[in-house]
């Protein structure tokens, strides 16, 4: 099922580029479990509170699953959204640009950087992080394109649908995730990257690919800027 929210892609920006497109099943997939896990979250959470006389022991339930409840809703909600607008497009790469889900077209030159991202899983959040990724709402593969100018690629749409744009290295909240990994097949994600990094060359577009511990270091580093830009906007307002 194709979802039609937030759509600004036109198919015949699609003619003649290379399109990465979501797994048919993500859609049903992640909202199912989401449901699924909603429910059965729901139902302990009210039969700890009606059996357990135990306060101590309600707060320490209810916050354990109630975390456990907030990821199941919003795969169950967000996932329509996230895997099947736009005929489930992921993206689309094209000499001049690319095509982006919520987004519509960007033209290379309105990008300033592309940053290909893998996360490993650390032993003490493997249990976590495998909870998150089986409702969908964790990525540990994504690419993410930033853009010179924000609104102006935008033009009108809504900044919301995009998700928490991430500073750029000037602080400027610009990068736009392009890719969620676990929502295709790995042969589906690198073959994307492979397009998408190929005619990003040919543009002359930077491509940003970090160890994991050096990105780690150069996104606080961008947080802060962004923090320090936002703070000192609201002083002078």
Not at 212 to 217: R, S, T, V, W, Y
């Amino acid at each position: 099922m194709a979802s039609k929210s937030h759509s600004r892609v036109d198919p015949g920006m699609l003619e003649g580029a290379y399109v990465a497109r979501y797994r048919k099943d993500a859609v049903v997939n992640y909202t199912a479990r989401g449901a699924i896990a909603s429910a059965v979250l729901t139902a302990l959470l009210v039969l700890t509170f009606v059996e357990s006389d135990d306060w101590f022991f309600k707060v320490f339930v209810a916050v354990v699953l109630g975390g456990m409840l907030i990821f199941a809703l919003f795969a169950t909600f967000s996932s329509p959204a996230q895997w099947g607008t736009d005929d489930r497009l992921a993206l689309a790469v094209r000499h001049d640009g690319v095509v982006v889900p919520k987004v519509g077209f960007i033209a290379w030159p309105q990008m300033s950087e592309l940053l290909v991202l893998q996360n490993p899983i650390a032993r003490s959040r493997a249990i976590t992080v495998a909870l998150q990724r089986w409702f969908g709402v964790y990525e540990t593969k994504r690419v993410i394109i930033f853009v010179r100018d924000l609104p102006e690629v935008l033009a009108g749409g809504n900044e919301d649908t995009l998700g928490v744009a991430l500073p750029d290295a000037n602080g400027d909240p610009s990068g736009i995730t392009v890719l969620f990994g676990h929502g295709m097949t790995n042969k589906t994600f690198w073959d994307a990257v492979a397009a998408l990094t190929e005619q990003a060359q040919a543009a002359n577009t930077i491509i940003y690919e970090p160890n994991p511990a050096a990105f780690a270091n150069e996104h606080l580093r961008r947080q802060a800027l962004a923090l320090k830009k936002k703070t000192d906007a609201a002083a002078q307002g």
